[in-house]
């Protein structure tokens, strides 16, 4: 009877430890199902659920930094053609993006509309100085196409202009009258009071894998700025979130009014922000590489003479985009360009820890947590037989006006808010599933183990035994 007992009271337990393994291992793709759900229900953008709140809110302090690139050597580039010397001067920061969106509008076919309003107000205690501070810089009435040459000779003439001058940041940045113009002009007039926009994306309701998508920008599903299929297409998000469960072999995809095109972000590493992981997304090199290097820029070269048949790498001319204006898009520095264009401009640095542009993502609702949106402004000129500003220039320059950092990351209560409600259920749910795994199989390979022993023991002969 006892013997049955212990043998009873093994099988018993090596039940139960297989019993529970089992469970454990059920919990692991039931538990999986619980999440997905959850996040497929609470990613649509729809009124009640965490990524409307998060979507319709101004959400976390977006700030952008301007750093101008200051002219150190204006007079001799003019007189005797030297090469331009700049020199770093900023920050100047504001805030942005603190207004919330306009003319939300959800559409029958589960996509919404609305408009993205543009703002900055000042920061003094996160600049070098007062908005009144003077830089001198690239005229920017003077860089213009060269077609307008015969044009603006009279113009430089009667209004006593310059290729360079100086400037308050506030007048650079958001516009100033200009007295050769005659109107306004300015890196990002008009700003204040305007919208970018509007947009049309989806909202995720029929398929969660399209939540966020850019359906329409401006009515229209692709652009017409570059005359190429491929390159007026509208791929992604616009950056601020992307469709749930993301997976860091693939790209993810957004589009950027900024610089008139989509482009593609790849994982580069997995980090801990404030408890919670993310993976960082950066842009490679051959976003902006030039086409004899990434076939697929190939549309986006505008003009083969300033570009030198093609080949100069790092900045996108945006002139199409911009009603004309020879204004060229690169990363700070020219990160990732030719060396050519910090041969052409002296005093640049590109470091790619300070210049390039990142997303730092949480792979299982896709939400954007931190960024760093860095690009700079530049402009062209070159030689010119009329224009006698430009007769000692020897070759189309890009010049660096000014570079911008625009950076948010979300702030301690809504890290702590994201922790609580997603990421300690899931460390919760994975905890007990491990512990029913680990003490199943401990307990059915202990049992197992005294089982064997047993048998072994019997097998074995008496140290009792005498034999005759």
Not at 372 to 381: D, F, L, S
Request: proline share 6%; aromatic share 12%; charged share 20%.
């Amino acid at each position: 009877m006892g013997c049955c007992n212990r043998r009873c009271g093994l099988i018993a337990g090596a039940v139960f430890g297989a019993v529970v393994a089992i469970l454990g291992g059920v919990l692991i793709p039931l538990g999986n199902s619980i999440i997905e759900g959850t996040v497929k229900k609470e990613a649509v953008i729809e009124p009640g659920t965490t990524a409307f709140d998060n979507w319709n809110a101004t959400g976390a302090m977006v700030y952008r930094q301007f750093w101008f690139l200051e002219v150190k050597n204006p007079t001799e580039i003019v007189q005797n053609g030297a090469t331009p010397v700049v020199r770093e001067k900023g920050p100047y920061t504001y805030r942005t993006r603190y207004l919330p969106k306009e003319n939300i509008t959800f559409n029958p076919n589960n996509t919404v509309s609305f408009l993205l309003p543009f703002g900055a107000i000042f920061e003094p205690s996160m600049s070098v100085g007062s908005e009144e501070d003077k830089v001198v810089s690239l005229n920017l009435a003077v860089a213009v196409s060269e077609w307008l040459h015969f044009i603006l000779q009279n113009m430089i003439k009667s209004s006593n202009s310059s290729l360079f001058h100086s400037r308050t940041v506030k007048e650079l940045l958001w516009g100033y009258p200009d007295p050769m113009l005659n109107g306004n002009v300015g890196l990002f007039y008009p700003y204040n009071g305007t919208s970018d926009g509007p947009y049309n994306v989806f909202t995720g309701e029929d398929d969660i894998s399209k939540v966020g998508i850019i359906d329409r920008w401006r009515g229209e599903r692709s652009l017409s700025f570059w005359d190429d299929k491929y390159c007026d297409m509208i791929n992604g998000t616009d950056a601020s979130s992307f469709p749930p469960f993301v997976d860091k072999k693939k790209p993810l995809f957004f589009f950027s009014s900024d610089i008139c095109r989509s482009v593609s972000a790849s994982f580069s590493e997995s980090l801990n922000l404030k408890g919670i992981e993310v993976y960082r997304y950066t842009l490679l090199p051959s976003t902006l590489a030039a086409p004899v290097d990434n076939p697929d820029n190939h549309c986006y070269c505008r003009d083969k003479k300033t570009t030198k048949n093609c080949t100069v790498a790092g900045v996108l001319d945006t002139s199409s985009c911009r009603e004309g204006k020879p204004v060229y898009i690169s990363l700070p520095h020219f990160l990732y360009g030719s060396p050519s264009l910090r041969k052409d401009v002296l005093g640049l640095n590109p470091v790619e820890e300070h210049h390039m542009t990142f997303l730092d993502v949480e792979p299982t609702t896709g939400f954007t947590l931190r960024f760093a949106k860095r690009i700079q402004v530049n402009m062209m000129y070159g030689p010119s037989k009329v224009i006698t500003l430009l007769n000692k220039v020897k070759d189309y320059t890009v010049f660096p006006v000014v570079w911008l950092n625009e950076t948010a990351v979300l702030d301690d209560e809504t890290a702590d808010m994201f922790k609580e409600e997603l990421v300690s259920r899931i460390q919760l749910l994975e905890t007990v599933q491990q512990v029913l795994l680990g003490s199943g199989l401990a307990i059915f390979g202990l049992m197992l183990q005294i089982k064997l022993m047993k048998i072994c023991f019997k097998s074995e002969p008496s140290l009792t035994t005498v034999y005759y």
